[in-house]
Nanobody, 119 residues
Framework: VQLQASGGGLVQAGGSLRLSCAAS????????MAWYRQAPGQQRELVAR???????NYADSVKGRFAISKDPVKNTMYLQMNRLKPEDTGVYYC??????????????WGQGTQVTVSS
């Protein structure tokens, strides 16, 4: 399964963006899908993740502003970003992880989409 992220852009502080991560295959069997971001000169950090049961987790810095979701029919994951701040600027990557009962694992990264928030 390959991942294709899109939806980034330039937005003013306080604005909104919706990122999409389209998968080339069935996401229903994927254990965890997530969004990470990387600001210039900084390490990649987890923004939000969603499990197979749709349980979600968020970085403290985005709680209450971002919402992660997925649509198994469209094989797409989303990140709705509201009340954006300049510190949300970075390249956003989607990620998928699966583990089988045998212990075998698989993961995949999307190519990234740039989000720039101006003050």
């Amino acid at each position: 399964v390959q991942l294709q992220a899109s939806g980034g852009g330039l937005v003013q502080a306080g604005g909104s963006l919706r990122l999409s991560c389209a998968a080339s295959g069935n996401i229903a069997t994927i254990n965890v899908m997530a969004w990470y971001r990387q600001a210039p000169g900084q390490q990649r950090e987890l923004v939000a993740r969603i499990g197979s049961s749709r349980a979600t987790n968020y970085a403290d810095s985005v709680k209450g502003r971002f919402a992660i979701s997925k649509d198994p029919v469209k094989n797409t994951m989303y990140l709705q970003m509201n009340r954006l701040k300049p510190e949300d600027t970075g390249v956003y990557y989607c990620y998928a992880y699966r583990v089988w009962a045998s212990g075998q694992t698989w993961d995949s990264w999307g190519q990234g989409t740039q989000v720039t928030v101006s003050s």
